[in-house]
């Protein structure tokens, strides 16, 4: 069965501005986005590397219970956000909830770098800052609609 077109005529005044028609509109979303990913990134590896800076550290957080509590809370506000539309959507709730998943991705990663030794996690910081630096550098610089 043929699903029914739909064109930008027919859909309501609210659907039509979420087109995102225009490209400056698309470039400017497209750079907050990444600019977010870069500060979330940033804070998450700045956590991941305070177990290598203080070997004490290292040694609480693979001893104590507490960061699986942490995760326990990542999977809870995760749910939340995947469940109810409505958090996503309203503005200080989003990024209320995005500042809590982060802090707790830091500390799940925190914990899981601690029981492997530096090179391992600095190989995969390298490979994760590379592969998001040329998917930036794609989305800033290619001009090409891929959506």
């Given at each position: 069965m043929e699903q029914p077109q739909v064109t930008p005529v027919d859909m309501p005044h609210s659907i039509k501005n979420m087109l995102f028609s225009e490209q400056s509109i698309r470039s400017r979303f497209v750079t907050k986005v990444f600019i977010l990913v870069t500060v979330v990134l940033g804070i998450v590896s700045f956590m991941c590397a305070v177990p290598f800076i203080f070997p004490a550290f290292m040694v609480w957080t693979q001893k104590n219970i507490a960061f699986l509590f942490v995760a326990i809370?990542?999977?809870?506000?995760?749910?939340?956000?995947?469940?109810?539309?409505?958090?996503?959507?309203?503005?200080?709730?989003?990024?209320?909830?995005?500042?809590?998943?982060?802090?707790?991705?830091?500390?799940?990663?925190?914990?899981?770098?601690?029981?492997?030794?530096?090179?391992?996690?600095?190989?995969?910081?390298?490979?994760?800052?590379?592969?998001?630096?040329?998917i930036i550098v794609f989305a800033v610089f290619v001009k090409k609609n891929l959506t």
């Open positions: 809370i990542y999977f809870v506000v995760a749910s939340v956000l995947l469940c109810c539309s409505s958090v996503c959507r309203s503005y200080p709730l989003n990024l209320i909830a995005l500042g809590i998943i982060t802090l707790a991705t830091g500390y799940m990663v925190m914990a899981t770098a601690s029981t492997f030794n530096a090179p391992t996690v600095l190989l995969a910081l390298c490979m994760t800052t590379c592969s998001s630096t040329a």
